[in-house]
Nanobody
Framework: QVQLVESGGGLVQPGGSLRLSCAAS????????MGWYRQAPGKERELVAT???????NYADAVKDRFTISRDSAKNTVYLQMNSLKPEDTAVYYC?????????????WGQGTQVTVSS
């Protein structure tokens, strides 16, 4: 079992920046990939960015070159640095951890943090 706690959401102006944090606890040794997802009203939850246990990153096209995912292994924490924010980035952002098995992967989710981009 993994517990994930997000923080850092809030209101920001278009073009501004925001940094999200996700602190992991529990069976963190079992995590293969951590990532950020987001869900806007009326939309499906979508992948934003992922980072593997080896440090390999992946980004959705909509956020590539604007967002950066990183990790601090000593603090068991992953971050999402969001720059050049747009109104369409407004969503609830969720932290995710994934462990791969021989069948289906095992996912855990944080409670979500609201990000609102508005003037």
């Amino acid at each position: 079992q993994v517990q994930l706690v997000e923080s850092g959401g809030g209101l920001v102006q278009p073009g501004g920046s925001l940094r999200l944090s996700c602190a992991a606890s529990g069976s963190i040794f079992s995590i293969h990939v951590m990532g950020w997802y987001r869900q806007a009203p009326g939309k499906e939850r979508e992948l934003v960015a992922t980072i593997t246990s080896h440090g390999t990153t992946n980004y959705a096209d909509a956020v590539k070159d604007r967002f950066t995912i990183s990790r601090d292994s000593a603090k068991n924490t992953v971050y999402l640095q969001m720059n050049s924010l747009k109104p369409e980035d407004t969503a609830v952002y969720y932290c995710n951890s994934r462990r791969y098995t021989n069948s289906a992967p095992i996912d855990y989710w944080g409670q979500g943090t609201q990000v609102t981009v508005s003037s």
